[in-house]
């Protein structure tokens, strides 16, 4: 009986062993497809991010475009490339576009994975994929269109190499993956120079073998050729221009820097959460307290350390030099890598049931970050609005109009969410440094398109109004005929009709009031149900006047009805009459109703203030009338 007893006993020992082996080795897989599941709920609806309509837009504009944009910016163009192609085969559809990012996050969490078990064992490896699979910093850049996700999986594939080839030197192929990945992510994303300082960091200590120097230097100078091309384009204006944002540099701001930096590695939120993040790191630290005398003794010990340190500084420096804000989750995105394998790793050296807690309090910190994350509040309507102006362009653009957006990230989210989007062009203003000199912009690219399109429809964000916006818009009123525009939640659309359909100059000579004539006009052949009208009048002032007049175009028909109107001050406001002298060209357009019936129709002309209308002699009602033109044709 005792023998029996002992042969039960150590076959049952076996059997848990082995249902403990095949958990430890099937664990990971199962939280690598969560998190991938988790990804996909995320990424459901057309939200792409702020920083996904750009990128979308990058993805679609010419490549010349594409890179001239990116040379004024601070991100190196693989993504871009490689989203141009993603796009290709797949379309602009919202989750097309983001389930790219989807797969590469998906991809990190295995590596990640891998990487702990090759290091630490196959329960690291549990706890490595849970930690990343839970994480609202992977989740959050899964459901944006943009670069970081791309960026991490070639950082965190780089790192699997690295460590690979610390314990293979001869390992070939583990370095020729170090050498891809590494020249992948540095040419992804430009938080990849934190992740490289920590591994010469880590090679200095060691003492390594000087071919793992010779791989290093190789993958930081691939990126040289960018930088000359970027440096060669216009980057020293972004270089020294201060950043996208306005501040000063103090210790208070380096303190907040630094406690979003701990609270994005506690507890996934940057956010004000003192005491979750305080009763975080106090059971991390009584869970690990008699771990860390023995973390010297991890085969890769210094790696993580020097990686967490090398990451968060960088970050931090160029959040306070640059942004001038705390540090951003995207920004933190490496350090989570380093900041997993640490903690892993002092897990393992502590008691089992230490380094358990301290994990699970980890996780489940972050998986309640998540879900806060998932019911985070949408942008107000007023500050953010794409999909309305999506559908009212759908509703008004005909296919032969043209879409002119100030912002790429209003031209990525139409993009996506159009079913039928008209061509459109971007002419970025409003963030300094990417300021490319507007009105040089609207002269080498909008020339074509007015001979090209109908109609140019101009998005003014609200969030952008200023000098940059003023420019397009007063290039276009001078080349082309703004109407009456279209107020959205967000911003504005200005219709300006090209002029394709205007008849010979008509001297007119009527004098008004105050030294102003009306010298001549030119109107259109006829009238076309549909579409736009284009009206240019030429006045004349012998000097500025005391009044600040608004000039009126109305289309009337024969018994003096208004059908369409144009009310604005002369050259859509850039031109007041209080700076008239000498001649001024004025141009309007008028949309025509589809239901415009044939027969004659007249242009009714004046200018006119709170006061009342400016008299013009032998008008008594201080209105010109011009014509007739006949409507010919169907609505379009």
Not at 67 to 74: I, K, P, Q, T, W
Not at 202 to 222: C, E, G, I, K
Not at 311 to 327: C, I, P
Not at 561 to 571: E, F, I, K, M, N
């Amino acid at each position: 009986m005792t023998i029996a007893g002992t042969l039960l006993a150590g076959r049952e020992k076996d059997r848990s062993a082995g249902a403990a082996c095949f958990a430890v080795r099937w664990l990971p897989c199962v939280l690598t497809f969560l998190a991938f599941a988790n990804q996909c709920w995320a990424i459901r609806g057309p939200n792409l991010g702020l920083d996904g309509g750009l990128s979308l837009a990058l993805g679609v504009l010419p490549v010349p475009a594409t890179l001239g944009f990116l040379a004024h910016d601070v991100h190196p163009p693989l993504y871009y490339v490689g989203l141009r192609g993603w796009l290709a085969l797949v379309g602009t559809r919202p989750f097309a576009v983001k389930y790219l990012n989807v797969a590469f996050a998906t991809l990190t969490v295995a590596i990640v994975a891998s990487l702990a078990r090759r290091s630490l064992g196959g329960w690291s490896a549990v706890q490595a994929a849970l930690l990343l699979a839970v994480s609202p910093i992977i989740v959050a850049e899964a459901a944006n269109v943009r670069d970081l996700a791309t960026g991490l999986c070639f950082i965190a594939l780089n790192l699997w190499a690295f460590v690979e080839t610390r314990r293979r030197p001869s390992a070939t192929g583990a370095r020729l993956v170090y050498l891809a990945s590494g020249v992948g992510a540095i040419w992804t994303t430009f938080l990849t120079f934190g992740v490289l300082t920590g591994e010469a960091i880590d090679l200095l200590l060691r003492r390594a073998d000087r071919r793992h120097a010779v791989d290093l230097v190789v993958v930081a100078a691939s990126i040289v050729p960018w930088l000359l091309y970027i440096f060669a384009n216009g980057f020293w204006q972004t270089a020294v221009s201060g950043g996208p944002t306005t501040g000063s540099l103090g210790s208070f701001d380096v303190l907040s820097a630094l406690g979003s930096v701990v609270g994005w590695l506690a507890t996934g939120d940057g956010g004000a959460r003192g005491l979750l993040i305080a009763a975080v790191v106090l059971v991390l630290v009584l869970a690990l307290a008699g771990a860390i005398p023995g973390a010297s003794t991890l085969p890769f010990s210094y790696f993580p350390i020097a990686g967490l340190v090398s990451t968060l500084v960088f970050a931090v420096v160029v959040s306070t030099r640059w942004l001038h804000l705390g540090v951003p989750a995207r920004y933190v995105g490496p350090s989570l890598l380093f900041w997993i394998l640490l903690v892993v790793g002092l897990a393992k050296r502590a008691r089992f049931w230490k380094g358990q807690l301290a994990v699970a309090a980890l996780a489940a910190a972050s998986l309640f970050s998540t879900l806060a994350w998932y019911r985070q509040p949408s942008l107000p309507v007023a500050f953010w609005s794409p999909s309305v102006v999506q559908a009212v362009l759908d509703q008004v653009a005909s296919p032969h109009d043209g879409v002119i957006f100030l912002t790429l990230e209003q031209a990525g989210y139409y993009e996506a969410l159009s079913l039928e989007p008209r061509t459109w062009y971007g002419v970025p203003v409003g963030t300094g440094y990417l300021d490319r000199d507007p009105v040089a912009q609207a002269q080498r690219l909008l020339p074509s398109q007015l001979l090209d399109s109908t109609t140019l429809w101009l998005v003014e964000y609200h969030g952008i109004l200023g000098p940059g916006q003023q420019a397009v818009a007063s290039w276009l009123a001078e080349h082309s005929y703004p109407a009456n525009p279209i107020p959205l939640n967000d911003s504005q659309l200005q219709p300006y009709a090209a002029a394709d359909e205007l008849g010979p100059d008509q001297p007119i000579g009527a004098k008004f009031a105050d030294g102003v004539t009306l010298t001549q006009v030119r109107l259109p052949r006829d009238l076309n149900p549909g579409r736009p009208v284009p009206i240019q009048l030429v006045w004349h002032a012998d000097h500025p006047l005391t009044r600040n007049l608004t000039v009126f175009v109305h289309l009337v028909d024969a018994t003096g009805r208004a059908l369409v109107q144009h009310d604005t001050q002369p050259g859509s406001g850039s031109q007041p009459t209080t700076t008239w002298h000498g001649r001024i060209i004025d141009r309007h357009g008028l949309f025509l109703p589809d239901s415009l019936g044939p027969g004659p129709y007249w242009i009714e002309v004046g200018l006119y203030d709170g006061q009342g209308r400016l008299a013009v002699d032998g008008h008594s009602d201080g209105t010109i009338r011009l014509g007739p033109i006949r409507a010919v044709g169907t609505a379009r």
